[in-house]
């Protein structure tokens, strides 16, 4: 391959996406972010460009990958004026991998367009890890035909393919997104109630998660996140300040469609009172934090960072 | 075993766990019912004593299964006084097989003592197909040595053991089933919020179900309620009504422990409004009828069958 690729926010996740692709032959050509530092550092260990705007990058490159943080970080790097990724952009193609709206993902595509180039979104379903290792879940979302070109890209970043599914037109794989983003985190915050109550009635949790394991109460995040809330084990992989946007983005769209979800508004109410209580950057898991006695938020540490994806 | 065992409340549970000892070779010697006729069939099936009271319950048997509803009902079954299994309970055993409080529980085991009987706590957390095949999920609370007294019985319901939990002093195995409850109810719930929401959106809910599958979303649920909400099959295995109670107990726990679980208390609020609508005797999986558009209750029908479990 010797398309120039690019990539947009160089966060964890966009970060560990550049040195997959470096690792699997692809021409990784210049790297952005809008903490400049972070930039310079993976350049200078990937052996490409910094870039100094949005502009350069897509000058340096043939398809842009996309990882920020929000809609509005979206609406910035793809602005109509100022410095921006459709400045020069006829004939580049942008993959857009970060959760943010359905209507987003359409608005790029149109604006895309209109500077001559193409968009798919690419959402991704997994964690630091899988990016690293090339074996992200990927849902891609546009034209098909411009789907089938970049097969090989996106192949090498989801196991060879076998996590790679194509969706529909723009907007459905970010609807797609928002929707298992939503029932994890209720899922999250649900598993979170079990473990804090019966911890308060003193029952052996390692036997309570075995049991929940072998029945009903058995789901994926009790795999990912039951031992991390027992163990107070937050460190991130995935943030409750992003949990707290991806049900947001979810219940935006059942708001929309007129639908009553009171367990998706019950979990985003838990993942927003940590990000106010200030432990936003801690893991989904550290949810268990407020819903276990002698837990909970300590309000004078505040810190905050940004995340980059 | 030459030991008689009886079965009080024959509902789907009981009955089909009086069929699977029989046919493992234990004798049954009584079954009874609040309602005689559904009694005196299973008693004419399995030819055995259709039971008039629950003293004579207790003269027929050594061991007596409960499978009732609710607190209430085991209230009744062990009364004071008047008709009672309790009644010349000298040297019995009674193994209490209902979700019903850990409260409940314990004060049960406290009046059985008094009579000179013993009594065991043993939580089911599977359904009405697993009941007659003997691969039940059984959770034991109570006397250690008493459990394994009775080892053989418990094990030829629980598939040869490999299901069987002793979890601790009466009342701790009711918990740990209140809480396995609460927190598939809050899956279930979730799981319909989403493939409401996903259908709202005009998404193929084959691919959106497949894509759960694969990532953070999946769970027990989505695999055995899934396919029956989008396909609106809610022939009730676990009812609406019991997973109301269900989440009902462990909020009470909560409470008691001054925890705040809005998911829990999210999902109550569900299968109650589907108690209320007249839909409790639909299947858990039911509650998809609140959350997809143009379904809903039908506030004409409002029959109700009491279950028996």
Request: glycine share 12%.
């Given at each position: ?58 000058a ?83 034209e ?10 996106l ?18 794989a ?13 899922n ?104 276990f ?17």
């Amino acid at each position: 391959m010797s398309l120039r690729i690019a990539v947009v926010g160089v966060g964890r996740m966009g970060a560990n996406m550049a040195r997959r692709l470096v690792e699997r032959g692809f021409s990784v050509s210049a790297v952005f972010d809008s903490r400049p530092g972070v930039a310079a550092e993976l350049a200078a260990e990937l052996g490409c460009l910094s870039a100094g705007t949005l502009a350069d990058v897509t000058a340096a490159a043939d398809i842009v990958l996309t990882v920020v943080t929000d809609d509005r970080a979206m609406e910035r790097i793809f602005s109509r004026k100022g410095d921006s990724l459709l400045k020069g952009a006829q004939g580049r193609l942008f993959i857009n991998c970060a959760t943010v709206s359905p209507a987003i993902h359409r608005e790029v595509l149109k604006r895309a367009r209109k500077a001559g180039a193409e968009s798919l979104e690419a959402c991704m379903a997994s964690s630091i890890t899988q990016a690293r290792s090339g074996t992200l879940y990927l849902m891609v979302g546009g034209e098909r035909a411009v789907f089938d070109r970049v097969q090989p890209l996106l192949r090498s970043l989801s196991d060879g393919g076998k996590l790679l599914r194509y969706i529909g037109p723009a907007g459905t794989a970010a609807q797609v997104k928002a929707l298992v983003n939503m029932v994890m985190n209720i899922n999250t915050a649900g598993l979170a109630e079990g473990l804090g109550l019966g911890a308060a009635l003193g029952l052996d949790l390692k036997m309570l998660m075995e049991v929940f394991s072998q029945t009903g109460a058995n789901s994926r995040v009790l795999a990912t996140d039951g031992e991390d809330m027992v163990n107070r084990e937050h460190s991130c992989f995935f943030s409750a300040a992003h949990a707290a946007k991806d049900s947001g983005i979810a219940l935006d769209l059942a708001r929309k469609a007129r639908l009553k979800t009171p367990l998706a508004s019950a979990a985003l109410g838990q993942f927003r009172r940590m990000v106010s209580a200030g432990l936003g950057d801690l893991d989904k898991s550290g949810v268990a934090e407020l819903t276990f006695k002698g837990r909970g938020p300590k309000p004078r540490r505040r810190g905050r960072r940004s995340t980059g994806r």
